[in-house]
Every structure is written in structure tokens, then in C-alpha cells.
């Protein structure tokens, strides 16, 4: 075993880093939002998982998942409201989390068992396994968002970043940029600290006093500069488009799965707290996920009462309710004129076991009481998310939709040059789910350089200009309207462009790497006795760099 492979420290002690680590993580997060604990959480959680054997890695990864994820996703727990098995759909969310972030917590440890047995180098230490470890955590950030049944990237560790200065890194490189340069940061520092004690180690072996500046300088200059250029990058440039007038509505109406509502309770709170524009000369009113209780192009008498508001304002009203098609359903975004609706878009990405229920034979089996209370399957969208006004191209996301890198990606490339995000938090009252999907928001604007208008039901609203910095804002539970001059945005910035790309290539030339490594590194395992390579003592004389 060369000195790179050896466990930091024990396996009880590793799980206890590993439980701080997903504890650190969860704490950079609203509501707390310390984000300086995402790179303590990751440090954290890579000395955990240094030398340990795939079974271990696979114990650890569940300890830091498990401390991450449970109470990340307490809010899960309100979905139900006050029903006793309330708690279900928190426990099952945050155990498939913990699961699959566990089974994929291997590819960190062999990224540490492997590089170095190929070649224990200074710069393969310092540079090279940094690089590949980052790459590792990020493949698995990048699996647990896609699958299964579509993912939840909910959590991904550049999004705790929101209101950092390393936030406009990702107008650069992405959301999974950011938090593969988050990990290359950490586990640099990492590497650079391991080689200084090992030469610190060899010059207390062979007697000498002398210092080497290859040694943990050497490691801290690469940390150090790559810390600097995060903390100064500016947000990539994008090209003024002129303004909208937008005035977003929170309504504060009886939104929630269990909340106990007359007909059209909730279409009543949006017009009485939208009443002020029928004298506030606005281009748009946007409402929440759910504002409309009803299926407006279904119930004649919800159609009447929008048009007549939408004439009003004197402006369209962007809504949305639940809509059937036939058979099927979607969570549907209308754009409302006086004359009806002007045009549509589905939510791209319904929840599962939220909005349908996957597998619903097995689910149901298995218990029936709680698929039972799902009723209705929400059928996922394929139109683009973006609605076309006469002033400008709006870019939509519904709910959970905005943590999907593919709708803000498509909207951008649809032509978006604001972006409305309509959302119904009021499942989750009380929670940090909604601050948690805020942060997402305010990211969003820094890496597409858009405006962005965040509505809920219930609040928190906010309007955010360009660069992330917030315009104005709703409180939580409270009626309330926003009425904004929005920027508008033309252009790509890099991290849009790029973003799909480096996700590709961080996740397939990682999973490649450690393939061409367990093949050179086997061969070499392998090798006649008398044909291996000597095995040199560690010292900063013998590796080259």
C-alpha cells in the first residue's frame, strides 16, 4: 500500500466526520445559508473516506448522506399534512437519497486507492487526484439528479452557494462547475496538508533540518490561487434588452394538499391581493403554482373570471392550475388575455409520489394507503418553457422544475430574457423548503445572467435582478403584490453554453478514468515478481514531479 492509500483515521472516527460533514452541509443551506460550511462539509467528508475499502466507503457515504438528507428534507414530513403517516414520504425520500449517494461513495475511494498506485508523484498528488475526486463526487451528484425516476437535485452542493462570492462561477461553468471546483478546492487542500507532513515525516527520518519548497507551499500555491479566482471571477456578461413591467401576486389562499377550502378560495385570494393593478399600469401579472383552484380550460366560470381580470389590469395574467387533456393531466402554466388563453406550458418534471405515483402496482401493494391518497397522475410536459409576450420571450420553471438544469437550459436557448418562476410552497408552511428553493432561484438568475420573478402561494416571493442581488420580496404568509421594472436580458452566458458539456465530461471522463486506472492498475498487480518496478522510500528527493 503506497502512503496516498492509508486511512486518514479510523472507521468509527470516520463516521463521526462523515455525520459533522452531512451535518455542515445541511447548515449551509437556508435557513441557517452559512455557506463557508459546504467546504468544511466536504473536507469533512473526503478525510472520511480516504483509504477505506469499498464496503467502507459505502458505510461512510451512508452516514454523511444520512446526516445530510434527513434533515434537509424534513420538510418532506408536511407534505401530508396532520395525517399520521405523515412522515413516510420524509423517510422513504431522504433513505432512497442516503441509498444511492452510499452505493456511489466507492468511486471517491477508488479515485484515492488507484491514482496513486499508478503513480505517486507530487504532481499526480497535488494536481491530478484533486481533480479526479472532484470529478468523482460530482458523478455522483450528477446520478442522484438524474435517477431513478428522474432524479432529485435537490441539494447539489454548488446551489448552497447562492449567496456567496463564489456564486458567479457558475455563470462560467454551471451549477455542477461550481461544485466541482468547491471539491477540487477542498481536496487540494487536502493533498497539500498529507504532503507536507510526509516530508516533514522523511526529514525527521533521515536526521536533516532542511525545508523544501515543494513542499506544502508547493501544495498551497495551486489551493490558494484557485480559492483567489473563485472569490474574484465577475458573473459573465450578458446584454442589456430593456424592461418589463411585471406585478407578481401572492395570494396567501388555502393552496396546500390539506388545507380545507370552498370552490375557488384560492382564485379568490389571487384577485383580492392583485386588486391594486386594476390602477397599476403593469405588461404581465404573474401568479403561483396553483394560484387558480380550478381547470380554467375546463370550468367556463374560472375562464370568465380570468378574462374579465386580465382586462382589468389591462395586461395577461400568467396562471396555472391543474389541466386535464383527455385522459391525462399536467400541471399546466396558462398565459390569460381578455380573449382566453394565449398559449401554454406543462411542468416538464412532475414529482414522483408527489404528482404520480411510479410503478403504482408495486407502490401500491406495498402501501396501499398512502398511493391511495394520489389520485390523480400528472403527466409530464413536453412544450418549451417559454411563452412568448409582446414586450418579451419569458422563460418558465414550475415548482421543483427550477432545480432542473435542462428546463433553464431550454428556456435559455428558446430565447428567454427573464425568467418567471411560479412555485406552491404552502405543503410545506413553517419548513425550510421554500428558502431552500429560493436559493435555487437566486442562482439561477446568477448563472443564466436573467432577471428572475419567484412567486409562491404562500411565500416567500422575491424578484431578483441579473446578478442575484434581490429587487424586492414578499414574507412568508402573508398577501402581498411586487410591482417591478425587470431587466431583460439577451445572450448566453458561458456557463449555459457549457454547462451540459462539462456535466458530460465530468461524469463520463471520470467514470473513464477510473476504468483505464483498474486496468493499469491490475496489469501492474499482476506483473512477474522480478519484472516490477522497485519500490522507492518516500522522500522529496525521489519523486519527480
Request: glycine share 10%; net charge negative; hydrophobic share 50%.
Given at each position: 500500500m503506497?502512503?496516498a492509500?492509508r486511512p486518514?483515521?479510523?472507521?468509527p472516527v470516520?463516521?463521526?466526520l462523515a455525520?459533522a460533514?452531512g451535518l455542515?452541509?445541511?447548515?449551509s443551506f437556508p435557513a441557517?445559508?452559512?455557506?463557508p460550511l459546504a467546504l468544511v462539509?466536504v473536507t ?5 473516506l ?11 457515504g ?7 438528507y434527513f434533515?434537509?428534507?424534513?420538510w418532506?414530513?408536511r407534505?401530508l399534512?396532520?395525517?399520521p403517516l ?7 425520500l431522504?433513505?432512497?437519497?442516503t ?6 461513495s466507492p468511486?471517491?475511494?477508488l479515485?484515492?486507492?488507484?491514482l ?8 499526480v ?15 455522483r ?6 435517477w ?8 447539489r452542493l ?16 454551471g451549477?455542477s462547475?461550481?461544485?466541482f ?5 477542498c481536496?487540494?487542500?487536502?493533498e497539500?496538508?498529507?504532503w507536507a507532513?510526509r ?9 536533516t533540518a532542511?525545508?523544501r519548497?515543494?513542499?506544502?507551499l508547493?501544495g ?9 479566482a473563485?472569490l ?7 446584454d442589456?434588452a430593456?424592461?418589463i413591467?411585471?406585478g407578481?401576486?401572492?395570494g396567501?389562499?388555502?393552496?396546500a394538499y390539506?388545507?380545507?377550502r370552498?370552490a375557488?378560495?384560492v ?6 391581493a ?8 403593469v405588461?404581465?401579472v404573474?401568479w403561483?403554482?396553483g ?8 370550468q367556463?366560470?374560472?375562464a370568465r373570471?380570468l378574462s374579465a381580470?386580465?382586462?382589468s389590469y ?17 400541471n399546466?402554466?396558462?398565459?390569460w388575455?381578455?380573449?382566453g388563453a394565449e398559449a ?5 418534471h412532475p414529482v414522483?409520489?408527489?404528482?404520480y405515483?411510479p410503478d403504482r402496482e ?7 394507503a ?9 403527466t409530464?410536459g413536453a ?7 409582446d414586450?418579451a420571450?419569458?422563460?418558465?420553471a414550475?415548482?421543483f422544475d ?5 428546463v433553464?437550459?431550454?428556456g435559455?436557448?428558446?430565447?428567454a430574457q ?5 412555485t ?5 408552511r413553517g419548513t425550510?423548503e421554500?428558502?431552500q428553493?429560493v ?5 439561477r438568475a446568477i448563472?443564466?445572467?436573467r ?8 411565500g416567500?416571493?422575491?424578484?431578483f435582478a441579473?446578478d442575484g442581488?434581490?429587487?424586492?420580496a414578499l414574507?412568508?404568509d ?5 410591482v417591478?421594472e ?8 458561458a456557463?449555459v ?5 462539462i ?7 471520470t467514470?473513464?478514468s ?6 493499469r492498475v ?7 515478481r522480478?519484472?516490477?518496478e522497485?519500490?522507492r ?9
Open positions: 503506497v502512503d492509500e486518514l483515521v479510523g472507521l470516520a463516521l463521526v455525520v460533514g455542515a452541509l445541511d447548515a441557517l445559508g452559512w455557506w462539509a469533512l467528508a473526503l478525510v472520511s480516504i483509504g477505506r475499502t469499498v464496503w467502507g466507503g459505502v458505510l461512510v451512508a452516514a454523511f448522506g444520512a446526516a445530510f434533515p434537509h428534507l424534513s418532506a414530513a407534505f399534512g396532520d395525517n405523515g412522515w413516510v414520504p420524509w423517510v422513504a431522504a433513505t432512497a437519497e441509498l444511492v449517494l452510499a452505493a456511489l468511486l471517491v475511494v479515485a484515492y486507492r488507484w496513486p498506485r499508478w503513480r505517486d508523484t507530487r504532481t498528488r497535488l494536481l491530478v487526484l484533486p481533480v479526479l475526486v472532484a470529478g468523482a463526487w460530482t458523478a451528484e450528477l446520478v442522484l439528479g438524474s431513478p425516476y428522474g432524479g432529485f437535485p435537490w441539494g454548488g446551489m448552497s452557494q447562492s449567496e456567496s462570492p463564489m456564486a458567479p462561477v457558475a455563470s462560467w461553468l451549477v462547475g461550481l461544485g471546483l468547491m471539491v477540487v478546492l481536496a487540494g487542500a487536502v497539500a496538508a498529507r507532513a516530508e516533514r515525516a522523511v526529514r525527521r527520518a533521515d536526521g532542511r525545508t519548497f515543494a513542499g506544502g508547493a498551497a500555491i495551486p489551493v490558494g490561487s484557485l480559492a483567489l473563485m474574484i471571477v465577475p458573473q459573465f456578461p450578458t442589456d430593456g424592461t413591467r411585471v407578481a401576486v401572492q396567501n389562499g388555502p393552496a390539506a388545507d380545507e370552498a375557488h378560495d382564485l379568490e385570494s389571487q384577485l383580492a392583485s386588486a391594486p393593478l386594476t390602477s397599476e399600469p405588461d404581465v404573474l403561483p403554482e394560484g387558480v383552484d380550478s381547470d380554467p380550460a375546463a367556463p366560470g374560472t373570471a381580470a386580465a382586462a389591462g395586461a395577461p395574467v400568467l396562471v396555472n392550475a391543474a389541466s386535464g387533456v383527455g385522459d391525462l393531466f399536467y399546466t402554466s396558462f398565459l388575455t381578455e380573449d401554454t406550458h406543462a411542468k416538464r414522483p409520489f408527489g404528482e405515483v408495486v407502490y401500491g401493494a406495498i402501501a396501499p398512502l398511493v391511495g391518497l394520489l389520485q390523480r397522475e400528472y409530464p412544450d418549451s418553457p417559454v411563452l412568448d409576450l414586450q420571450s419569458v422563460g418558465l414550475i415548482c427550477v432545480a432542473f438544469d435542462d433553464i437550459q431550454e435559455i436557448r428558446d430565447g427573464v425568467f418567471m418562476f411560479q406552491n410552497n404552502a405543503d410545506f425550510d421554500n428558502l428553493q436559493a435555487i432561484a437566486r442562482m448563472e443564466t445572467g432577471s428572475v420573478v419567484n412567486v409562491s402561494t404562500t416567500t416571493s422575491q424578484i441579473p442581488s434581490t429587487v424586492q414574507a412568508s402573508e398577501a402581498g403584490l411586487m417591478e425587470v431587466e431583460l436580458r439577451d445572450g448566453l452566458t456557463g453554453a457549457l454547462g451540459p458539456w456535466q458530460g465530461i465530468l461524469l463520463w471522463g467514470v473513464l477510473l476504468a483505464v486506472l483498474a486496468v491490475r496489469r501492474s498487480s499482476n506483473r512477474p522480478g519484472d516490477a522497485p519500490v522510500e518516500a522522500g522529496p528527493a525521489v519523486y519527480p514531479v
